[in-house]
């Protein structure tokens, strides 16, 4: 699998199919070297942010050096200020914010592949845009390969390279978006056709000239 966003309902069980086909190794102790899911409301426990960020290396047993300049690494590519952010409690932390640390401290062990289940669903729609705006570039700078859970299909166009549709256990459809376009399921276009019918009732409820 290249470097790609793959969303579905029910992404990971087709992530699942595709890992076991290739015989690849889920030991415990090479799994966080090699995927880091990232959850809809990421748990941050009673640390404060540079702790929360490093456990991972701490567990494999990095330096304490190395730690730190991992986290001011992370921190900058997440866009966390350091000195404002990196010894702060969880609770002192905005929903976007505490996303942005679940990113970082996924991304601490330099995994290959990000597993996201449905990473923005529970912000507010101006930081869920620009933090699914931002985690696209770090997936592009980075060459990850990432498999996104999502329901909603206008994040699924913006974000995914390849979107893979699932319903009742069952793969409908996968390709780009034009690809999905041509399918002769039901389904599949009737998820198509939300975004456009969304946008159709927002064109016609917004007033031209205003604020919008």
């Avoid at 290739?22 to 799994?31: E, G, H, Q, V």
């Avoid at 990232?38 to 990095?62: D, H």
């Avoid at 690494?73 to 702060?88: F, I, K, S």
């Avoid at 994040?155 to 041509?182: N, Y």
Wanted: aromatic letters at 4%; proline letters at 6%.
């Amino acid at each position: 699998m290249s470097a790609s966003v793959l969303t579905a309902a029910a992404a990971l069980s087709l992530f699942w199919q595709w890992m076991t086909s290739r015989s690849m190794s889920l030991r415990a102790n090479s799994l966080p070297l090699s995927a880091a899911p990232v959850p809809a409301r990421p748990r941050c426990c009673g640390w404060r942010t540079g702790c929360n960020i490093g456990i991972t290396p701490k567990l494999l047993g990095k330096p304490a050096a190395e730690i730190s300049e991992r986290v001011d690494e992370l921190l900058d590519l997440v866009r966390l200020d350091r000195g404002e952010y990196r010894d702060r409690f969880p609770h002192e932390l905005s929903g976007g914010q505490r996303q942005r640390v679940g990113v970082a401290r996924a991304l601490a062990a330099r995994p290959r592949i990000g597993l996201m289940d449905e990473p923005f669903g529970a912000l507010d729609p101006l930081t869920r845009d620009a933090l699914g705006d931002d985690y696209r570039a770090l997936h592009e700078k980075l060459g990850l390969t990432t498999v996104m859970i999502t329901h909603d299909m206008t994040e699924a166009i913006l974000l995914a390279d390849r979107i893979a549709v699932m319903r009742s256990g069952r793969l409908l459809a996968q390709g780009t978006p034009a690809e999905l376009a041509k399918s002769g399921d039901a389904y599949v276009g009737e998820l198509l056709h939300t975004p456009r019918r969304q946008a159709e009732r927002l064109n016609a409820l917004l007033p031209r000239g205003g604020a919008a």
